[in-house]
Every structure is written in structure tokens, then in C-alpha cells.
């Protein structure tokens, strides 16, 4: 028996109102099968069942505020037995709620009735499991309520994952690197209103919420009674985490090998090489004798492609083998542009927006696009109809820490220059700490890619499907180019290369297309008169 937690369900969310029961207690239940709907402050959501198993108890009525990260419904796993045995399945609960407990559920007590265990919630649409990519705590600290605990990396983005309330933690049930399942328990942590003699009680590794495949299983971390904790007070755990030190790396002169803050305090005046600073210096001088010797053998490293990187091979190779791709590649004059930021660079700095070249040719993309929709449709699986998209929202890839991304600029026809500036800025910084959200990621209908920003001038993008259309801006270079008298001046000359769906985009559409695009961008005053 175990209770569901209400999951996470949008950034930002704390609470929802529960609108209505799709389930009665004591109904058997299917994996996935929808038990309730609850209203945000922006959408309606359907929360479906972690797994097969038995309603026992609704926690609210309908009406009702359901808080994010508490239980919304007691439920009991049944087989073939159980489910027909409903009745006789309820007694034995009544009577023996410890021996039923179990834990596969979205929640939280254990067998010790003190420790919690953390159940890995809902972290985006269609998620079953993610990679654990760092901790932010270890084992025996003190947290407090939405403090960060660690970093997970789906296939979508990276997502920090907070502290439900204020605790100890007890037991880490997986490792940097490990493929942790949703509705699985993360970690066991002591509530702090539970914790009262300050002992770190036992917590058994508990298996996961669902069956994983073959493929997706991983060893489980060690128990932590087996682990050897280093004594310290909790202030002393703080100020060696302040300083990024390892306490087990500090010799304690307390009792029973106590760290104090003086033997802290001591180390950083004078620091001594840890124990895995000291292996890793006696392993590195192993490796240089031995190929001083020419006995080392190299081999070969593998690592798994997961995350960000998996998907992106896999929609490049899908739009690559379905898309007949058609380029085009023009070069455009950014003279009077560059002089043209330059100038309004002052006063949007003094509104607190960094205006860059990238919000012009949005705008100058999306005024373009008015005139050859074409380039912002997509076309449906069957190939059989186009569809028009209603606003102009342009991605932009970017290198981000968990690979490339494409969050996009909603609604570019309708934003000012300073509105844009200040989303591009904010995606940007987002994407580059691996924390977009997936609102963010939707609805893309044209993509920029500035491979100029590393150097390139040239490219042959591949389309970011369903969309049909992708550009690659190329560095700007100083060229020479010859003026209206014949003579030779120097210009600041932008590459840019066009990847079109060729199923409907011609040569001539986006030739025409580039064109327009291309003379907002050259005269950057034209684009005044068809300004809304």
C-alpha cells in the first residue's frame, strides 16, 4: 500500500484544484489509466495511475486544493490474486498496514516509519527514466525545503530536483551516471519533525516503482549503514561544502575521529592531498612507467549516447532520410545593420536589454515570412496536405551543456526589437545551463542556427522536422566589395545557407524569399514601413 504524490506538473505550480474523481474507492485500476483531473492556473491535467492496483483511499474531495509534492490518492499494487479478492485483500489491510506496505508507489514511508523515501515524480511528457548527471548533497546532510538535491538529464533538458521538505538525508539510491526510473524512489531522507535523535537510521535499498527492462537496469548503490561516516556537526558539514572539500579527505581530532571546525579551518591553511588525489598521482606515475616501458595498452573508450545527444541522432538521421533537403546559400551586406545596432545599443542597454544582430533578423525573418508562408508550414505524415502555421515562432539552436537545443522565440510578429532581445537572451542563458522548459521547446516553425558564432561561413543545415526550413548564419567577415562609383570599399559581408523541405519549397520560392529577407536586412529602415 502506498500513497501517490501529486507530481510536478508545470513550472512553477504549487497547488491545483482537484476537479474530478475519474475513480471510486476500492475500484481496480490499470497502469496509465486516468484517476483524476486537476485545474492549474494555466491547464487543465489528467493524472494517470503509476501502476495496476486497487484505489483504497481519495485524500480530497472534488473542489478540493491538492498541494504539488503531497498524497492525492492511497493505492494497493494487486496480480491476478489480489484483484479478484478485493474484499478479502481490504481486511488484511486494515489489520496489517505494515506488512502490506510496499514501494512502488509515488510516495514515501518506509518500514522504519521514520525515513521518507523521495519518489522521482513526472518530469516532462512521455519521460519513463532519466540520467542522474550530478548531486548536489551526500549522505547524512541536512537539507531544507526546495533546496536543490540534484541534477537530472532526460531526453528533453536538464532538471533540478528539489527537496520536498526539511530533513536529513539517509540514503542516495543511485549513482552520477546511473539511469534513475519516474515514479521510483530518488533518495530516503528523516523529516526533520521526525528526526529527533539526530542517529541516521537504517534505510534498505527499495526496489524500483516499475519492472525496468534489460536494458534499462542498474546496479543499485550500496546500503548506507554500510557506508563509513565521517562524525561532524551539521555547521561544520556546511562550511566544508562552502569550501568544496571532502570531509572524509579532513583528519578529525574529536572523539571518535570528530571533525571540528578547527581541524577544517587547519586543512585550509594546510591543505594535504586526499586519498583519491594521492591514488590518482600514484595511478598517473603507474601509467607513465609503464609507457616509458611501452607496456601500456591503449583501448578503446565507450560511452553511451543518452540524453540530449540520443535524441538529436535520432531526429537528424529520421529528418536526413525522409526530407529531400534543397540549399541555397546568398551573402548579405550587415554594414548599415551593424551601424544601425550600434546606435540603438545605448538606449537599450538603458532599459536593461542586450540587443544583438540575432532580434533584427528575427524580425526581418518574420516580416519576410508574411509573404512566403510556405516557409513557416509543415506538412502532415501523409503527405497529403501543407499546414500553415498561425505565427512565426524561430528557434535558435544552441550549444548547451547537454547538447543542442532548440528553444524558440514565440509570436516573433508581433514582439518589438527590445521584446525579442530580452527572449533571446533569456533562452539563451537557459539552454546554456541545460534548463529549458519544455514550453520553450514547442512549437518551433522555422530554425536559425549561428554556426558563425564558431567560426563557420558556410553550412548544409539539416531541417529541425516537422518544420521545412532552416538557415545558417555564417561570421560576418570585412570583404571587399565594389560601391556604386567603382570603387573598391570594405563591407561587412554575412554568409548564410538555406536548408529547404524540397517536397514544396522550390528554388525559386526561397530564392525570392532570401530576397526579401535579405533587403530588410541590407536597408534595415525599410523594415519600418511594415511594422504593425
Not at 488484511?92 to 522521482?120: M, N, R, V, Y
Not at 515524480?121 to 526546495?146: M, T
Not at 537496469?217 to 561544520?236: F, L
Not at 564558431?454 to 548544409?460: E, N, R
Request: include cysteine; aromatic fraction near 4%.
Amino acid at each position: 500500500m502506498s500513497d501517490f504524490i501529486l507530481p510536478d506538473i508545470g513550472e512553477g505550480i504549487v497547488e491545483c484544484e482537484l476537479v474530478k474523481w475519474l475513480v471510486s474507492e476500492g475500484d481496480i485500476i490499470e497502469e496509465d489509466q486516468p484517476v483524476a483531473e486537476v485545474m492549474t492556473d494555466k491547464a487543465l491535467v489528467e493524472i494517470p495511475a503509476p501502476y495496476k492496483g486497487r484505489v483504497t483511499r481519495l485524500y480530497h474531495q472534488e473542489g478540493d486544493i491538492a498541494k504539488v509534492h503531497a498524497p492525492l490518492f492511497e493505492l494497493v499494487e494487486v496480480d491476478g490474486d489480489s484483484a479478484a479478492e478485493p474484499e478479502k485483500a481490504s481486511a488484511k489491510e486494515t489489520t496489517e498496514p505494515a506488512a502490506d506496505a510496499d514501494h512502488q508507489g509515488e510516495t514515501a514511508p518506509s518500514a522504519d516509519g521514520d525515513t521518507e523515501d523521495f519518489i522521482l515524480p513526472d518530469i516532462g511528457e512521455g519521460i519513463v527514466e532519466c540520467e542522474v548527471v550530478e548531486w548536489r548533497v551526500a549522505e547524512g546532510d541536512d537539507i531544507e525545503e526546495d533546496q536543490p538535491v540534484v541534477d537530472v538529464t532526460t531526453d528533453k533538458a536538464m532538471v533540478e530536483i528539489t527537496a520536498p521538505k526539511a530533513g536529513r538525508v539517509t540514503q542516495l539510491y543511485y549513482q552520477a551516471g546511473e539511469l534513475a526510473r519516474v515514479h521510483s524512489p530518488l533518495f530516503a531522507f528523516v523529516p526533520r519533525d521526525r528526526d529527533d535523535d539526530g542517529e541516521t537510521p537504517q534505510a534498505e535499498s527499495r526496489p524500483q516503482a516499475t519492472e525496468p527492462t534489460q536494458e534499462s537496469k542498474t546496479p543499485a548503490p550500496a546500503k548506507s549503514g554500510e557506508r563509513q561516516r565521517t562524525p561532524a556537526s551539521p555547521a561544520v558539514r556546511r562550511l566544508v561544502r562552502e569550501h568544496e572539500l571532502t570531509l572524509a579527505d579532513i583528519p578529525g581530532t574529536g572523539k571518535d575521529g570528530r571533525v571540528l571546525k578547527a581541524d577544517v579551518l587547519n586543512h585550509l591553511e594546510n591543505p594535504q592531498p586526499s586519498a583519491r588525489e594521492a591514488a590518482t598521482a600514484a595511478a598517473t606515475e603507474d601509467k607513465s612507467q609503464a609507457r616509458r616501458a611501452g607496456t601500456a595498452s591503449k583501448e578503446v573508450r565507450v560511452e553511451p549516447i543518452r540524453g540530449m545527444q540520443a535524441v538529436m541522432a535520432k531526429r537528424m538521421v529520421e529528418s536526413a532520410s525522409t526530407i529531400p533537403h534543397f540549399n541555397f546559400s546568398e551573402d548579405i551586406d550587415v554594414t548599415d545593420l551593424l551601424a544601425l545596432r550600434q546606435q540603438l545599443k545605448p538606449e537599450a542597454e538603458a532599459r536593461g536589454s542586450r540587443l544583438t544582430l540575432m532580434p533584427f533578423i528575427m524580425k526581418a525573418m518574420a516580416l519576410a515570412l508574411q509573404d512566403y508562408p510556405i516557409l513557416n508550414s509543415r506538412i502532415n505524415e501523409e503527405v497529403t496536405e501543407i499546414h500553415y502555421q498561425p505565427q512565426c515562432n524561430i528557434g535558435m539552436a544552441v550549444d548547451s551543456k547537454v547538447g543542442l537545443i532548440v528553444p524558440n522565440v514565440k509570436g516573433c510578429e508581433q514582439l518589438t526589437l527590445l521584446e525579442i532581445a530580452d527572449e533571446v537572451a533569456r533562452l539563451t542563458e537557459a539552454a546554456r545551463s541545460g534548463r529549458v522548459s519544455q514550453e520553450d521547446m514547442k512549437g518551433g516553425t522555422i530554425t536559425i542556427s549561428n554556426i558563425g558564432a564558431l567560426g563557420g561561413t558556410y553550412a548544409a543545415p539539416i531541417i529541425n522536422a516537422p518544420e521545412v526550413a532552416i538557415v545558417a548564419l555564417g561570421r560576418t567577415q570585412k570583404l571587399p566589395r565594389f560601391d556604386a562609383h567603382g570603387q573598391v570599399v570594405e563591407r561587412a559581408i554575412m554568409t548564410t545557407s538555406w536548408g529547404g523541405d524540397h517536397r514544396i519549397i522550390d528554388g525559386g520560392t526561397m530564392a525570392r524569399f532570401s530576397n526579401l529577407w535579405k533587403s530588410y536586412l541590407e536597408s534595415p529602415q525599410t523594415m519600418l514601413l511594415h511594422l504593425g
